[in-house]
């Protein structure tokens, strides 16, 4: 079993910065696939990033990529979304959810088992 929770959400200018993490109780990164979620209100849950147990793989959504990046701290056992340039069409919750047994990192919310509580992001113009 694995628990979730993020943190590091807050209210940001456009063009700025924030890194979220996700902190894991239970089983090691290294142990399951990990993957963003985001939703913005009136919206769909939609994918945002995710790395496979080994590391080796790590997707972005086409909206994203060049501007967020994922982060490890296998020490700490927490994975990062460090957010660059960001727009105002980013204010979303984010959520950072795991699966136990997928092997290559899906882009699916009903793929994953594991969910933290989500923290907001919002953006201003």
């Known amino acids: 079993q694995v628990q979730l929770e993020e943190s590091g959400g807050g209210l940001v200018q456009a063009g700025g910065s924030l890194r979220l993490s996700c902190a894991a109780t239970g089983r090691t990164f290294s142990s399951f696939t990990m993957a963003w979620f985001r939703q913005a209100p009136g919206k769909e849950r939609e994918f945002v990033a995710a790395v496979s147990r080994s590391g080796a793989i790590i997707r972005y959504a086409e909206d994203v990529r060049g501007r967020f990046t994922i982060e490890t701290d296998n020490v700490k056992n927490i994975r990062y979304l460090r957010m660059n340039s960001l727009k105002p069409e980013d204010t979303a919750i984010y959520y950072c959810?795991?699966?136990?047994?997928?092997?290559?990192?899906?882009?699916?919310?009903?793929?994953?088992?594991?969910w933290g509580q989500g923290t907001r992001v919002t953006v201003s113009s």
């Open positions: 959810a795991a699966d136990l047994t997928m092997s290559y990192p899906r882009d699916r919310p009903s793929e994953y088992d594991y």
